[in-house]
């Protein structure tokens, strides 16, 4: 297995939602990563998880709260989120050696109404 | 956060041409990758190159890691339409077992017949 998959493909939510978006990997990659892609724009890195532990945190709003529960899995929980929120998230994931490039998933393509 | 300056910002060419695109930056880095990207889809990993003066081939695409590890070059010979989407590099820091990627504005590039 050579990919990274994200579910759900689309989500719409209001600004008092609570909503979850997932990312699978079994590639056997310690390091995942999620990012917020807006249009037009380069992927902005979000979060690193590192061995299941958050290693960077780029200045992300706590609206955004991200949880690895095991080596193969990585959720982004959402909540309160505003209309500016509303882009591509996308979660990637790479070996932990100086050989890790990353590899992205399709994406989660959120809107915020 | 930072981007790296990638150009042509766009380009317009005719099947069969060949398409040579850069990116620069103020910063050293360990590796430099190449990724595509199509509409609504995750970047695809194209190229990855990981010295200084490195010249790596995958099918019709070139890149050349700088000298310098400030630039890469990413060249796509014989271009048909299939090659259409928004191409990135990306400079690449290790950080211990994760890895941080700082992406170029991306060059968006169309093929016509």
């Known amino acids: 297995d050579t990919e990274v998959t994200q579910t759900p493909k689309h989500l719409v939510m209001g600004m008092t939602n609570k909503k979850s978006l997932k990312c699978e990997q079994h590639?056997?990659?310690?390091?995942m990563y999620w990012y917020k892609q807006k249009a037009k724009k380069p992927p902005e890195l979000m979060f690193v998880y590192s061995y299941e532990k958050l290693s960077i945190n780029e200045s992300v709003p706590s609206r955004f709260s991200p949880e690895c529960p095991n080596s193969s899995l990585l959720n982004l929980h959402l909540h309160a989120l505003q209309p500016e929120d509303s882009a591509l998230y996308l979660c990637?994931?790479?070996?932990?050696?100086?050989?890790?490039?990353?590899?992205f998933g399709p994406g989660t393509r959120l809107t915020v109404l | 956060g930072q981007q790296l300056n990638q150009s042509p910002q766009s380009m317009f060419i005719q099947e069969g041409e060949d398409v040579s695109m850069n990116c620069t930056s103020s910063?050293?880095?360990?590796?430099w990758l190449w990724y595509k990207q199509d509409p609504g889809e995750g970047p695809v990993l194209l190229i990855a190159l990981y010295k200084a003066g490195e010249l790596t081939s995958n099918g019709r695409l070139t890149a050349q890691f700088g000298i310098t590890r400030k630039d890469s070059f990413l060249n796509i010979s014989a271009s048909i339409p299939s090659d259409v989407g928004i191409y990135f590099c990306a400079g690449q820091s290790h950080t211990g077992t994760a890895s941080k990627l700082t992406f170029g504005t991306g060059t968006r590039l169309q093929v016509t017949l």
């Open positions: 910063s050293i880095f360990n590796t």
């Open positions: 590639m056997g990659h310690r390091a």
């Open positions: 990637a994931s790479s070996l932990p050696s100086f050989y890790n490039e990353q590899f």
